[in-house]
C-alpha cells in the first residue's frame, strides 16, 4: 500500500486536518447520515442556486464573473424539472426589468408543488413569464412542442439589445422537442426509441437527436443571434458536459452526416428510417433556415454550471464537518453496475476499518475497479492515502462521500431502484468486517427523492443488514435476484432504514456516504 501511495505527493491540508479533534455529537450514526443528505439537497434547490448565480446590481447583473447591463431588455426562456422555481427566483431578482418569459415544464408540476407546501417555487400571480406544462411521463408530447414553438418565436424577434436568460436543468431533452420540418414528433420520437432499445448510447442519442432537431445542439443560441445568450444550467450528468445536459440548446455542435449515418447503420436502423428523415439527413446544412445569418455566436453565449453533484458533495461535506466526521469527497463520477461499485465501497470500508496495516491487495484491488466504476486512480489513491492517515493517526470518524450515477442489470421484475440496490449491496460487503453494530454506515440517495418507480430516494444500511433481515424471514438474495429492493427495505423492520424526503425539486444525481467510526487500531 505505502508503494502505491508513495507515488503521489502529499497534499498540503492532510498536515492540517492532522491536528483537528474528533467532535463528539449525540446524534446517531443513521441521524447523521439523513442529515448531510438533506444538507446535499438543500444545497442544489433551484431558487438557491440561481440566488447565489446572479449578483444584481442596481441596473445591471454579475453572472459567473461578467456583467450585464439592464434596460428593460431581459426575455426569459427555460426547460426542465427544476425550471419552474429557477424562473421564480430569476424574477425576483431581475423581474423589473423583464420583457417576456417562456418555460417548459413537467405535466402537473404546478399542483404538486402546491400540494406540499413549495409555493415558494411558483411563479406570482402577476408573472411575465408563461407556464406550458408537457412530457407527461418524461416524453416528447404536443404540449411540449407547443412550448418549444413558443420558445423558438420568443427568442427568433431578438434583437442585439436584448439578453436572454436561458434556464436549464435535468429532463429538458423531452421538454424541448422541435424536429426540423418535415419530420414529425412520433417519427422523431420513434427513431431515438428505435436507437435506444438497440443498446445506443447517451452520447449517440443526443448525436442523433441534434441532427433532427432545430433547437438542440446550438440551435436556441442560434435562433436567438444576436441578442447576448446566458444560460444557467443545473446539470444531472455526470462530468457536468454543457453539451449533453439537455441536449446543449446553448452550445454550438456541427452536426456531420457522416457520423449520424454511422450510428444509423451501426444499429441497423438507416433501412428503416421515415421518408421525412432520410429528406432531413441528405440535405446539407437543413437544421437551421436562413431567417438568421450564419454567423459564429460563441461569443454572444455564456454557459455557466450552477448546480451538480460535485456542489452538492461540497456542501454535503461541511455539514459532515459540523456533525463529527472528518469529510473526504471521492468522486462525483461514479458510473457502472451496482456490483461493482458495492465492492469498491466495501474494499475502501476494509480498507479504512482494519486495526492492522491493511493487505497490499485490497489497494491493488481498489485501482483496478477504478476504471470500471469511473474513477480516477488519482482519486482513488488521495482518497485511500486520506484514510490510512486517520487509521493511523486517530483523526476519529471519516465520512466518504462520492456521487453518480451507477446501473442495475434487470434480472427480475420487482419494485426497486439503483440507490436501494446499492445499499442493499454493499450492507452485504460491510458484513465481513463483523464490526457491527458500531461498525460502518452506508446511505445511498437520489437527489430527486424518488430512485426508480418507489416513494424512497434510497436506503440505509450496515453490516448487520444480513443478520437483520434473516432474524425478519427475508431472504436478501432473493430479492437482489428480483430487484425487489424497494419491496425488502418496506418490509425490513416497518422501513426504518429508507431513505424517504418526499419532493426535493432538483437533480443531480445521487448520492453516495460512507460513515466510518474511529477504529481502535493495534500498533506492532
Known sequence: MARVLSLFRSQPFLHLVARRKPTFCKMSMDTRAREVFAAA???????????????????????????????????LVGFGKA??????????????????????VPHGIQQTLQQHGKDHLLLKENSRIKVIEGAKHNLPDPDAQKAAEEIKHLVSE??????????????????????????????????????????????ELNTIRRALS????????????????????????????????????????RVWPEEVLSILERYKLLNLLPTSVKEVLDKPNSRWKENKEESDTSGHVLNAVIGSNGVALKHAGLRARELGFLPVV?????????????????????????????????????LKLGPEVGVESWDLCRTMQVLEKGRTEGWGATCLLAGGEPTVELTGKGRGGRNQELAMRVGLELRSLGLSPKGPVFLSGGTDGQDGPTEAAGAITDGGLYDEAKAQGLDIDNFLIN??????????????????????????????????PAIPIIIR
Open 83 to 104: 425550471v419552474l422555481g429557477m424562473a421564480a427566483e430569476a424574477e425576483r431578482i431581475v423581474g423589473d426589468h423583464l420583457v417576456k418569459g417562456v418555460i417548459s
Open 41 to 75: 439537497v438543500e444545497a442544489v434547490q433551484p431558487d438557491t442556486v440561481v440566488c447565489q448565480s446572479i449578483e444584481r446590481k442596481e441596473d445591471s447583473v454579475v453572472i459567473d464573473g461578467r456583467t450585464f447591463t439592464l434596460k428593460h431588455n431581459l426575455h
Open 158 to 203: 431578438l434583437t442585439e439589445k436584448d439578453l436572454l436568460l436561458v434556464l436549464i436543468s435535468g429532463g429538458g431533452s423531452a421538454l424541448l422537442p422541435a424536429p426540423i420540418p418535415p419530420i414529425t414528433l412520433q417519427e422523431k420520437l420513434d427513431v431515438t426509441c428505435r436507437l435506444a432499445g438497440a443498446g445506443a448510447t447517451i452520447q
Open 214 to 253: 432545430l433547437l438542440k445542439g446550438g440551435g436556441l443560441a442560434h435562433h436567438a443571434h444576436p441578442a447576448q445568450v446566458v444560460a444557467l444550467i443545473l446539470s444531472d450528468v455526470i462530468g457536468d458536459p454543457i453539451d449533453m445536459i439537455a441536449s446543449g440548446p446553448t452550445v454550438m455542435s
Open 483 to 516: 430487484n425487489d429492493s424497494y419491496t425488502f427495505f418496506s418490509r425490513l423492520s416497518g422501513g426504518q432504514q429508507l431513505l424517504v424526503p418526499g419532493l426535493t425539486c432538483t437533480n443531480v444525481m445521487d448520492v453516495h456516504m460512507l460513515l466510518i
Open 330 to 366: 471521492l468522486s462525483p463520477s461514479v458510473c457502472g453496475d451496482v456490483r461493482s461499485v458495492s465492492r469498491l465501497y466495501g474494499l475502501l470500508a476494509r480498507f479504512a476499518c482494519s486495526r492492522e496495516e491493511p493487505p497490499p491487495d485490497i489497494a491493488t484491488e481498489v
